[in-house]
């Protein structure tokens, strides 16, 4: 995977994070968070971001770090 | 139930509903007037004129300065009737009717009087009519026939006009001043309908004349070559240079637009399979009767040298390309995809729709992906402009679409525009727009740059909010703050009509501090007292709406800008009713039918996910085939996957992906990276030069089909002509399907349609023969609206209650700093459209021959800039020039130009910025650099030379080896 690609893909993710952070409490920011990638975004990269999440890639959002475990496609590590 | 349309039945000329002139405008009143004409009782609303009311019933009074979409001027005096109890013989069309009227409209006191007045006329005009444009179509001719004229008595060697000469400075219509009778019909068309008062009467008496401009030339003057003058001129004084040349057309089809979103009915001229001539049509609900030059004229592309009508493929783009049978081209790509597919995965290739294409085009290639390619990955072009608002307004609204029709701007009282500049954009509709301030109403304007409506002939917006470009959502809060702070809710519709949850959120986090006008202005730049001014008018409106266009969404936060104007609405109730509402400003003729059509990654058709099983099941049925039920990729996401490896191959449907997607760079990449692109269209667009396999399109004059306009308007597009390469675009598709062993029988589009209608409840009742007898159906049309729907949410929003959200400001990352200190914003011009490929093939270049970078004089000055000088514009992404044009119309530290030639390379700039729900790009907000240089930016001389290598390889493209088809 390309590093631009990489990190559009992290930048996307925080973008979803920091707009929808207002407003509301934090697990019901995470919930949307996880909703809004579940629905728009494609598997391919749902997964892309899980692994990033798993590398502990710190440019990603607190937020949405919690908020990968709630896709469909997240398997907890073992 | 499938209903059949007989394509027999559907003649080419479809009943042309009465195009007949009625003389003066309809009048719309609840009281009735009953009156007497030649002894025949008829019953109008009040208001209406004699003239008119004779003309329903089919009496034609004569008449030469009246036209029924103009008021009346009583010049001619031709129209003259006699009223029992009446003074002398009054004008029909300035004589309102009155009750119990006894009218009569021949005597013979009034048939000597109309024969004098044709006499005055025909004594100072040309006798050549046979040999005249007008020969066949003049409505003098008409008259002098009707009252009988049988000599001139004052001879003919008196002063005239006849050596008057020709204006032939437009390069569509010329001024023949010679024949003009100075009815002056085209300076009230140019003033009422068009609203851009560039025509006038000067002198007086024998001396008057029409005039353009300060006694200009029409192409020197204020004249926007929208052609209403040229359709008022009842003789050949104004006309259309291909009836010069041509002569008079031998029938007529009805047709609709395929430039941009107003979406007009035309009457297209033909003389055999030739359009001579496109009229607008004055029964389009659209447009009523007005055009702009694109659609109007500019419609010569479709038989441009640079059309391409043969197949091609090629293996690599460093190779010519090989001209190939319909057969051939479908085989290869065929081959290409399936075993890209068994290479690389099932999700590695995909397509594009077009806003070109009709809907059931575009519903046909989403079904190819879906149910051929075994992927949700389909696109569209709304994903670069409206598809914020399609996230927006759902969330909000629970409909993904505009809430009115366009002629509900005549019953507002304030008209917000954001982020929109109709005048270019959507002409017809800003002619409307214009007339309804002209009649009164107030008018607010959000945009960084002076935009035409903010000061136009008679009117002038009473609050322009300049901000700085990728603060709106900031605005909208502003605003939204003042409403709630000086409680000018609608307490009333938010109980009866909104979410109390939702609403109440809403109201805590709005009330606070920050977001009130006098702490945003140091984001917007916006005064605060302008802003709550300018709040407190939309507010306390009685009728408030709202018009926004992609200065709201091409932005990182183009979703919560959209929601945010739905906010406004809603607190302040202005949905529901005429005048009212929320109205994106769709710009494409199909782009709203592509959405409808669910040619979306993440939606089937009608908006519904594709996650949803029961409406997955629908479709599985219908098409015999078990369906993704994850969300595909985005356009963007694809160009990702691409450079990753991952995304392989194309098909891309008359989109210029290449030219109007940001960051043109990254976008070639992209492109480069795939081994098998498909392109359908018209000519070798910038996309096709990258491209394997060309198919060639048709235009919208060559096939059967609907297109849906900004008001969720579904319209017949009617073929005019036979396919230049011999296949309809839906065609081609099904034909690609074929060949990929998927088979789609449909005889007619109509059937396409009937399919749709089955499987979507907002098409529910749409068909062929409901189009034809009504016109046009808004949706949605189904059991509850059988003949559609103006109006939305009117009782409630699509059966539930409308939702507040909460829209944070959130600062863009682009970030202006020393390197990159001044923001470009984007934008169009009337005569070019979009990315140019249709408009830059007509006479329409000779308004708008290259893109200009428009700067204000602060800056220029700081940089050394003269107008006309090149400069480079630098951006993070890259690094392009134009030359410069120097404008107060811009504020310091923005700048902006527009994107319809490919060799400006304003993608070049723009970045991979997008909103943050709906990835659509940031082209508003880019921080760049504007330097004098001396010579193009470096990818201007790549692109110079690629360009050629390519249109090589086209002239080089060798014939089929053998012709099978």
């Known amino acids: ?78 | 139930m499938i209903q059949y349309f007989d394509p027999k039945t559907d003649s080419i000329i479809n009943p042309i509903h009465a195009q007949r002139d009625l003389g003066t405008p309809e009048k719309f009143s609840t009281t009735e007037i009953t009156l007497d004409i030649d002894g025949v009782s008829i019953t109008v609303p009040q208001g209406t004129s004699v003239l008119r009311a004779a003309a329903i019933l089919n009496i034609n009074i004569p008449k030469l300065c009246a036209s029924d979409n103009l008021e009346p001027f009583g010049s001619c005096r031709l129209c003259m009737v006699s009223i029992e109890g009446m003074r002398g013989m009054p004008a029909s069309c300035t004589t309102p009717v009155k009750a119990g009227m006894k009218v009569q409209t021949q005597t013979p006191a009034l048939a000597k009087l109309r024969r004098n007045v044709m006499e005055l006329y025909i004594s100072d005009h040309p006798l050549d009519c046979l040999t005249c444009p007008a020969n066949g179509d003049c409505e003098l001719q008409d008259m002098a026939g009707g009252v009988g004229l049988r000599e001139v008595r004052y001879g003919f060697s008196g002063e005239n006009h006849l050596d008057a000469s020709t204006d032939t400075s437009n390069p569509y219509f010329d001024f023949d001043a010679s024949k003009c009778i100075v009815c002056s019909r085209c300076v009230r068309a140019c003033e009422d309908v068009q609203g851009t008062f560039a025509l006038t009467i000067e002198g007086r008496g024998f001396d008057s004349k029409v005039v353009a401009g300060q006694n200009q030339s029409f192409i020197d003057s204020d004249c926007v070559s929208c052609g209403a003058c040229v359709q008022a001129c009842p003789t050949s004084t104004l006309m259309e240079k291909s009836i010069v040349e041509m002569g008079q057309p031998d029938h007529s089809v009805i047709t609709t637009c395929a430039y941009c979103g107003v979406g007009c009915s035309f009457k297209a001229d033909m003389q055999g399979e030739k359009v001579i001539r496109m009229v607008p049509d004055k029964n389009g609900q659209a447009n009523q009767g007005h055009s702009c030059v694109k659609g109007r004229f500019a419609f010569g592309y479709a038989n441009h040298k640079d059309r391409i009508t043969s197949p091609m493929i090629r293996n690599s783009i460093d190779e010519p390309w090989q001209k190939v049978s319909w057969q051939q081209a479908l085989d290869f790509t065929a081959n290409k995809f399936r075993s890209i597919q068994e290479q690389h995965g099932r999700n590695s290739i995909g397509a594009i729709t077009s806003s070109r294409c009709t809907n059931e085009e575009t519903y046909l290639v989403q079904k190819l992906v879906r149910a051929v390619f075994n992927n949700n990955n389909v696109d569209t072009c709304a994903r670069v402009c409206h598809s914020p608002t399609g996230y927006g307004l759902k969330a909000t609204l629970n409909e993904s679409s505009g809430t009115q029709t366009f002629q509900s701007v005549m019953a507002a009282d304030v008209i917000l525009v954001i982020g929109a500049n109709p005048t270019d954009a959507h002409p017809v509709f800003a002619s409307m727009l214009k007339r309804r301030l002209r009649q009164g109403a107030k008018l607010i304007v959000v945009d960084p740059r002076t935009i035409d409506l903010v000061n136009s002939p008679h009117t002038k917006a009473q609050h322009h909010l300049k901000l700085r470009p990728g603060t709106n959502v900031a605005l909208i809060n502003a605003i939204a703050h003042v409403i709630v702070d000086e409680a000018l809710l609608d307490n009333d519709f938010i109980t009866r009509r909104c979410n109390d949850l939702a609403f109440s959120k809403w109201f805590e986090h709005i009330k606070d501090a920050r977001h009130a006008p006098e702490n945003t202005w140091q984001i917007t730049g916006v005064p605060a007292q302008e802003m709550r001014a300018a709040a407190r008018l939309y507010a306390k409106a009685n009728n408030g709406a709202i018009y926004y266009g992609l200065g709201v969404t091409e932005h990182s936060q183009g979703s919560s800008a959209v929601m945010g104007i739905a906010n406004l609405a809603m607190a302040t109730g202005n949905i529901g009713r005429e005048g009212v509402g929320v109205n994106p400003l769709r710009g494409q003729n199909n782009v709203q039918g592509a959405c409808d059509m669910g040619s979306f990654p993440h939606e089937l058709p009608g908006y519904r996910h594709v996650s949803d099983t029961t409406t997955r099941h629908l479709f599985e049925n219908a098409w015999q085939v078990e369906l993704d039920h994850e969300p595909g990729l985005r356009i963007p996401n694809m160009f990702d996957s691409a450079i990753n490896g991952h995304f392989k191959g194309l098909y891309c449907q008359g989109e210029d992906i290449a030219q109007s997607d940001p960051n043109t760079q990254h976008v070639q990449q992209a492109l480069m990276a795939m081994e098998c692109i498909v392109v359908q269209d018209l000519f070798l667009n910038e996309t096709a030069k990258y491209a394997h396999v060309f198919l060639p399109g048709s235009s919208f004059m060559e096939k059967n089909g609907t297109f849906t306009n900004a008001e969720r308007r579904i319209s017949r597009v009617r073929k005019l002509m036979q396919p230049l390469a011999g296949k309809e675009d839906w065609q081609v598709t099904v034909a690609l399907a074929k060949a990929l062993g998927y088979e789609m029988n449909y005889a007619h589009p109509s059937e396409i349609m009937d399919e749709i209608a089955a499987l979507t409840p907002t098409f529910n009742g749409v068909n062929y023969a409901l189009l034809d007898k009504l016109g046009s159906i808004q949706w949605p049309c189904n059991e509850q609206a059988p003949e559609g729907t103006p109006v939305m949410h009117i009782s409630d929003f699509v059966g539930k209650q409308g939702k507040f959200a909460i829209t944070e400001y959130v600062a863009t990352p682009e970030k202006v700093n020393k390197h990159f200190p001044l923001l470009l914003t984007t934008g169009r011009i009337l005569s070019q459209y979009n990315v140019g490929a249709q408009t830059r093939r007509t006479d329409n270049q000779i308004w708008h021959e290259e893109d200009r970078l428009e700067i204000h004089p602060h800056d220029a000055e700081e940089r050394g800039i003269t107008p006309g000088d090149w400069v480079g514009i630098a951006s993070r992404a890259g690094t392009t020039a134009l030359r410069a044009t120097i404008s107060k119309r811009m504020q310091p530290g923005v700048v902006y130009t527009t994107f319809h030639h490919p060799l400006s390379g304003a993608n070049v700039v723009t970045t991979n910025n997008s909103d943050w729900a709906t990835n659509c790009p940031e082209y508003k907000v880019t921080a760049v650099q504007v330097t004098q240089v001396s010579e193009p930016a470096k990818w201007q001389a790549e692109y110079r030379e690629f360009t050629a290598r390519q249109h090589h390889f086209l002239n080089k493209a060798s014939e089929p080896f053998n012709d099978i088809s």
Not at chain 1, 45 to 60: E, T, Y
Request: proline residues 4%.
């Open chain 1, 1 to 78: 995977m390309s590093h631009s690609s990489t990190s559009h893909l992290i930048e996307m993710a925080n973008q979803i994070a920091l707009n929808l952070s207002h407003g509301r409490e934090q697990l019901e920011c995470i919930s949307e968070i996880a909703k809004h990638i579940q629905r728009f975004w494609a598997p391919s990269m749902r997964l892309q971001l899980i692994a990033l999440v798993a590398l502990d890639n710190p440019q990603i959002h607190q937020r949405v770090n919690i908020a990968v475990t709630q896709l469909s496609d997240y398997s907890a590590p073992t």
